[in-house]
């Protein structure tokens, strides 16, 4: 049974039509009808509609005893409509998951006449409606709602029931709608469980590497032993270069191994080198980025050697643009009273494939880029810990190597 609809009762709300019992057409001797309180009678004479009866009691010799006449009583309290379905709906992202969902709807017939004569079966209508509407709510969840319960759901459901404008069409309104059951199938929780898990190896895995790579010393020998493919990306990118300039610490290869590993990379080794044999970090499109200098003792900041960081600041916005789907606001620091301070304050936000968005927040001093920022990130709009490998290392490196790395680890 994937759904309750065969259980609908049309009867509930509307009872059949009957024949008014009119009596002697003598005084004192004609019938007379009653209304219970929280229904409504729809009269029609010969076939045709004639009025609505309020609640309370009426003679019958207010109509013509040549002709029939007929009530249709209708239920106008406020009442709930339950729809269950099993396996009726399917969450798509971020791993399809088949679901069991109960809805509870509050509604109230706002249009007798309508739904006594000219909804067929007013109760079954508004069911298959509430189904219609809860598939395209469905269709834009996330496996999170069965985490909260279904709320989005059920407030979704409700604005498209409402914007069918039943009142005018079938003649009932609603009210709420609720949902009182949500819970995955075995099929269902076997992909949920198989997704969490996932999620769960790879931040292990993610900690036991930033604790490898943050507490020892990362040699070459270390790197053959127990990371081939990052050894293997650097000699690619750094040709036999690489070992030397890891053993003398003037290469970190923790931006190696915190992105994934692509094709390999056509570059001249010596292009990397920049001021005082550095090497530099590469860019996006494989622009080399040349180190900044940081400032001298007893220069101002518009000296010579000193950080430009407004320069700086303009490549980092563009590369920062550069990513797929990233929005880049950014605006200038200021100080207690308001004055400018010379920092810049740059927020970024970049989609997830699993839905949502990440935002970085990074707050770039005076003394930036030699000055390393200050970096907070937000999934959802909810703040979360983020420890950036480039951050801890920093040498003047640009804030899309940051970015990169946060859409990574948080997809």
Known sequence: MPTNRSFINDFDIVRPAQLLEKGIPLPGLSGKYTVDEGW???V???GAFKEILEPGTYFANR?????DVKIIEVDTRVQTLTVSTMREFTIQDPVTVEI???????YRITDAR???LEVKTPLTSLYDRVIQAARGAVSYATVTEIRTQGEGIARTTLQQLQAMQLPKVIGIEIFNVLTTSIKATDAGSDALAARQMEEFTRLRDWKLEQETTGQSQVNWAWLLTYRPEVAQRMIETYGMMAKEMIDKGLLDPAGFMNQPLEGPTQMNPMNMMGAFGMPNTMLPGGQPNQPQLTAQPGRGQSGQGASDIHSRIKEDIGYLKGLPGAKVEAGAGVDDDGVPDGSYNLCVTLPRSSGGQIALYFICALGYPAQAPVVEAEINGQATPFQSATLRRWQGQYLVEIAREAKQWFG
């Open 44 to 46: 029609t004479e010969g």
């Open 100 to 106: 069991n969902l109960d809805l509870s709807v509050e």
């Open 114 to 116: 309508r739904v006594a």
């Open 40 to 42: 409504i009678a729809v």
């Open 63 to 67: 109509y013509r005893f040549f002709r």
